[in-house]
């Protein structure tokens, strides 16, 4: 058997909830304080993973974090019992009781960034877990991020978690949501490109609006966390005009697969001269650019065109994963079918009801980490998580027994909240064979 790519989709929370917490997420702040439904939610998810493994993908799951993070609301002064926390917290500072409360590591594109051994010179897969240090909401989740995928990832000899960068801004760093490998068979040596959105270390030309998250030095770091070699390596400017339009991460604009770039036209600073580039080093490389007079990038945001999953079928061909929302725009579902019969490398695809998550700002892209595996890793990997038609049974049974059909931020003071969550992810780490990964465990 040969290398295969493998996705581990992050499981939707129990506190799934709209809070408008991401500044620069178009979808996050407009949502904001509508009610959600966190058993809707991760059942969407689940549904997504199912199908995909039905379909011949290696497809695992990563489940979500303690929340409310009570230790957190501690370090800020909140005192007392557990329920005299939540209840001042409400009261007096509910913007944060919503932060510590927050589902977003359910995208777990942003949960870490990955190199396959194929191109790391001690040939181990490392991540690096990503400090998300933008947003306060998610630059907590890098500890538990960095336990739940040693868990997962859990053999010394095939893999090697990092983790994350200095919480500082020079080295902001929001994950494989803006990094792009491309090559021939997964297991061969590839070609790495890092997207930043800005240079700390030098003036450049920067977004207005919205900040750019990632920065140059933050990607530089990792490259080298990962032991990979300047000739596998590229870096690209986000083009800071398309984060000003709500394209907060990379793969809002773009997605790649092996020898294929699916792109808007506007995605990168000097973007021809970096199409160049990857011709030069990618045998047979592709690039398909949407054209802003077909879908504009204000069109791609809202519909998250470029948020999909551009993914290689058993038989060779390239399957696009799309949410919902891209089929009901006519002129997105106009391009992408016209792809289509072209009959290039796009020959395939699949939609995907993800409502709950697209309304707080993440498609099927966020919701997954890529993640190459030999077959002898594959093996090494926590064999519970990966999906198959028990595991599938087991957690919709368990989101059923668990979660809340209706969620708003005043539920989030609900001490009964708190103990669902903990007896849910009690049950989920037997199910998923985690050990005890929570700080209530402990």
């Known amino acids: ?19 408008g917490l991401s500044f620069g997420n178009v979808a996050s702040t407009r949502n904001q304080l ?7 939610a991760a059942k969407q998810g689940v549904l997504k993973m199912k199908a995909l493994a039905d379909m011949g993908f290696v497809q ?3 489940p979500p974090h303690e929340r409310p993070n009570l230790p957190l609301l501690r370090q800020l002064g909140f005192s007392g ?71 997962i990832f859990r053999d010394p000899q095939h893999f090697s978690v990092h983790d994350a960068l200095p919480q ?9 949501a803006n990094h792009n490998r491309f090559g021939g068979d997964y297991g061969e040596a590839g070609v790495q490109l890092f997207v930043y959105g800005r240079e700390a270390s030098r003036e450049a030309t920067s977004p207005h609006r919205f900040p750019a998250r990632q920065t140059r030095e933050a990607s530089e770091a990792v490259a080298r966390l990962h032991q990979l070699s300047a000739d596998q390596l590229l870096f690209a400017q986000q083009n800071p005009a398309v984060i000003d339009q709500g394209v907060f991460h990379n793969d809002v604009i773009a997605v790649s697969n092996q020898n294929v770039l699916f792109c808007h036209q506007h995605a990168f600073v000097e973007q ?22 077909r879908v504009s990038v204000q069109e791609a945001v809202n519909t998250y065109l470029f948020n999909s999953q551009l993914l290689s079928r058993p038989d060779g061909s390239m399957m696009l994963v799309l949410p919902e ?31 709950e ?38 957690l919709n049974d368990w989101i059923d027994r668990y979660y809340r059909d209706r969620l708003t931020q005043a539920d989030l003071a609900d001490p009964q909240l708190l103990r669902e969550g903990r007896e849910a992810l009690d049950a989920l780490t037997k199910l998923l064979d985690l050990g005890n990964v929570y700080a209530f465990q402990q």
């Open 325 to 355: 929302e891209s089929r009901q725009h006519a002129r997105v579902w106009d391009f992408l079918c016209e792809e289509v019969e072209k009959g290039g490398p796009l020959q395939a695809l699949k939609v995907f009801d993800l409502r």
């Open 60 to 62: 695992g799951v990563i």
């Open 34 to 40: 509508q009610p959600s439904n966190p058993r809707l």
């Open 272 to 293: 021809a001269a970096l199409l160049a580039q990857l011709k030069q080093r990618v045998p047979g490389f592709v690039a398909i650019e949407v054209p802003e007079n």
């Open 81 to 151: 019992s557990d329920e005299q926390v939540l209840a001042n917290a409400a009261q007096t500072a509910p913007g944060l009781l919503s932060s510590a409360s927050s589902a977003s590591a359910m995208w777990v594109a942003n949960a870490a960034t990955v190199s396959p051994s194929a191109d790391s010179a001690d040939r181990r897969v490392h991540f690096t877990v990503a400090n998300l240090n933008n947003k306060f909401h998610r630059a907590i989740e890098a500890p538990e991020t960095a336990q739940l995928l040693q868990a």
């Open 357 to 394: 998550s697209m309304a707080n700002g993440g498609g099927p892209a966020c919701l997954r980490l890529r993640v190459v595996l030999t077959p002898e890793e594959q093996r090494a990997v926590n064999p519970a998580v990966f999906m198959n038609d028990r595991l599938f049974t087991e």
């Open 1 to 19: 058997m040969k290398a295969q790519e493998a996705n581990f989709d992050g499981l939707v929370g129990l506190t799934h909830h709209y809070a």
């Open 168 to 176: 500082v801004s020079m080295f902001g760093d929001e994950g494989a």
